[in-house]
C-alpha cells in the first residue's frame, strides 16, 4: 500500500472518521445499533455502497454534466443499495424482514454522498475505492462499539445470544433512541480528547528541541 | 457536443439510467421465484406454528403444510383462512391485521369453531419499536396465548402481571408487556378480532 493510501485508510478510520470528525451518518446510528446483528449488515451494507459507489463515480466523472451531478450520483448510490436489497430479500430473508426499510434507507446515508462529493469528484477510481472503503469501515467500527454496549446492556445479550450473567435487569434506556445520542457523544469527547492529547505532545516534541538549543 | 448542452445532458441522463436500471430489472426478475418461496415459506410456517404443528426443516413444513392445512379463504390471490384437523379435534385460524403503535401488526391466529380456546398464535408482520412493543415477537410473550381460554369480553392484557407471562390457561388475562401497554393493548385487541371472525364462521370450510 502507497503512503497516499495509507493515509486515506488512517483518514477514515481515524483523523477524518466520518462519526467522530464528519459527524455524519448519524439516523442510523440512532436507529439499528440495539441489535449487534442488524449494525452489522447495515455497515457491511454501507461500506459496500460508499466503497463501489466513489468507485463508480469517480469512473465517471469527467462524463458527468455538473447540472445532473447529484442526480448520477443517487442514481448510482441507489443501484449499489438496490442491489443489496434484491440479495437480501433473496438470500437473506430474515434479514431483510428485521431490517425492513432501514435498507432501503442506506441511500439517504450522507456519508456515501458525502465521500463522492468530497473524494471521488476529484480523484482516482482506486484511491477512491480505498477512501470509501476506509469511511465505511470507520463507520462500521464506531456502530459496532455503540452496538455492543446497547444490545448487551438493553438486551443481556449479543448477537441474540445470552450473555448476561443471573438476575441481570436490562437497562430499557439502552434499547431506545436517546441512548444512542448518549454513547455518541461520550465517542465523540474520548475521540477528540485523544485526539487533542496527541495533538499537544506532538507540539511538544517539535517545541522541546527548538527549547534545548 | 458540449457537456452543460441540454441534448448531452438529457443524452447523458437516460443513457445513466438505461445502464443502472436494467441490471437491477434483470436481477429483480432473476430471483424474483426465491422471493416469492420466501415469502410462501414465511407465511405456511406461521400458520403452522399458530395451528402448533411443528416442523424440522423447510420441506418439512411444506409437507406438513399440504397434509395438515385447508386454504378456505383467500384475498387478491393470498390465502387469509385456514382449517386444520388436529388429534381429532377441529380447528380454524384466520390473518387479521390492526394498528399498532408505529404501524400495522399482522397475526394468524388458530382457535377452535367456537372460538372458546386459542389453539395459538403467530406474528406475520410487526414495526413496534425494538426491545420495546416489538417484544410481542418473543416466544414467552406468544406462548401465553397457546391454550388459552377465550372469557366473555375475549382477551385482556394484565399490566400488573409478573411481565414474564401468565401460564393460567384458564383465566382470559395474558401479561402485557412492561414500559409497552398501548403494544400490549393494541395486540390483545387484534387477537380478539381475529377471534370473533372464527366465531363468525372464518375459517370454516
Redesign the interface.
Known sequence: MSSKQAKIVKDGLWFNNPIFVQVLGICSTLAVT??LLNTLIMTVGVTFSTALSSWTLSL?KG??????RM??QV??I??YV??ID?VL???L?EAS?QL?PYVGLIITNCIIMGRAEAFAAANPPWPSFVDGLANGLGYMAVLVGIAVIREFL??GTLLGMDVAWPGFIPW?IM??APSAFFLVALALWGAKSIAARAEAAKKKSATAPAAAR | MKKDSIAYVVLFTFIACVVFVLPLAVANEVTRPLVEANKLFALRSSVLDAFNIGYQTPEDAEAEYSASIRETAELNGSPIAWAATIDGAEYRAVRRSGPGLWGTITVIVAADPLGERVRGLQIVDQIETPGLGGRIGEPWFIEQFREKKVGEQGLRADQSGSGEGELDKESPRVDAIAGASRTSDFFVAIVNGAIADIKAGGGAP
Do not use: D, E, H, Q
Not at chain 1, 63 to 68: G, M, S, T
Open positions: 440495539n441489535s465517471m462524463l458527468i454534466p455538473r447540472k445532473v442526480i448520477v442514481l448510482v441507489s443501484f438496490i442491489v434484491i430479500r433473496a438470500y430473508p424482514k425492513g438493553g438486551f430499557t434499547i431506545m
